[in-house]
């Protein structure tokens, strides 16, 4: 499976943004940013990418810089009833360091009360024997999506052996492109040409400036 591929499925951008914007998403999100030490991601400490040293991120003792530039927002529209670290949050610290927590539970999630129905549609499209955590991936500008890597490369090779599948919804991209690099490798997607992909998140990627809200769905789970 390649890092990036395009997934041919059909839905109305335009009118999941409108329900998606609807409700509290960006309101009840929380930050998702990294450590930066000497002015850069520490997931991009030999240099790849553009500086991003104007984007908020945290310091060495994690403490929030803010800056010029804002950076992503993470919201659930699933969760575990009973566990509450599945509503707000998107990664947990475990024995094996920083772990996605779709990883750490990964069974079947229930969908939160606010997710729109059409958004429940869509990804019922996809057939899968269950899902697990589906979040919004979000920005308003003016921001910066930061280095990251979301999971470790031997842990992502394991979940999709297993099954496990990482799609994007591309609902509105908001003008910014996606950029990953794959061994000394840079690539670059213009988002506005795909409505939905796999992208493998344990690769070193950002975003580049975005002018209007860029609103993505992550939805993780496992094919049948």
Known sequence: MNAFEPIDVDFDQQSLYND???TNMFDESFLATVIYTDGRSNYDKDGYFEKYDDVTHYDDNRNLVENKYKTFVNYNFTHIPGIPETSNTCYLETFRGRSPIWHVYDTAWTWKDDAPQSLIDIVNKF???YISCVRLVGQTPPSKGIVHADARHRDNLLYFKNGGVAITLN???GGGHLQYRVGN??????ESKYKCWHFD?????CTTEIFSPRVQIRIFGRKK
Not at 201 to 205: A, E, R, T, V, Y
């Open 185 to 190: 490798e840079m690539f670059e997607v213009d």
């Open 201 to 205: 998140d344990s690769l070193p990627h």
């Open 171 to 173: 609902v509105s991209d």
């Open 127 to 129: 057939n899968l024997e």
């Open 20 to 22: 998606l914007m609807s």
